[in-house]
């Protein structure tokens, strides 16, 4: 398994943007691992947001993003960022960084093994 560190979260008024970034620690490398991003809110389940295969050929979004998040990767930074542009209050949420083998069409938490700390991302009206 592959240790994982989140950081990027913060408060933004709605309309405003963010960068989160997946990094792994120290020694070890996401470069055999697809990455995907899920979020928690308070009183809700924990939502698939994005995912990046291991060669970055496969992108995905969950519909409630779609067109306003967009997930990368770079290799020689060994990091997974999120891009999150045009946010709105109902993002509002703890953020974790997940690695697997591959992105699954549905986003299934069961299915990473390999957990971030999560960062908090609040979005104001």
């Known amino acids: 398994q592959v240790q994982l560190v989140e950081s990027g979260g913060g408060l933004v008024q709605s309309g405003g943007s963010l960068r989160l970034s997946c990094a792994a620690a120290?020694?070890?490398?996401?470069?055999?691992?697809?990455v995907a991003w899920f979020r928690q809110a308070p009183g809700k389940e924990r939502e698939g947001v994005s995912c990046i295969s291991v060669s970055a050929y496969i992108k995905s979004y969950s519909d409630s993003v779609k067109g306003r998040f967009t997930i990368s990767r770079d290799s020689a930074k060994n990091t997974v960022y999120l891009q999150m542009n045009s946010l709105k209050p109902e993002d509002t949420a703890v953020y974790y960084c997940?690695?697997?083998?591959?992105?699954?069409?549905?986003?299934?938490?069961?299915?990473?093994?390999?957990w971030g700390q999560g960062t908090q991302v609040s979005v104001s009206s």
């Open positions: 120290p020694g070890q490398s996401l470069l055999y691992y697809a």
């Open positions: 997940a690695a697997s083998s591959v992105c699954s069409e549905v986003l299934d938490p069961s299915a990473f093994s390999s």
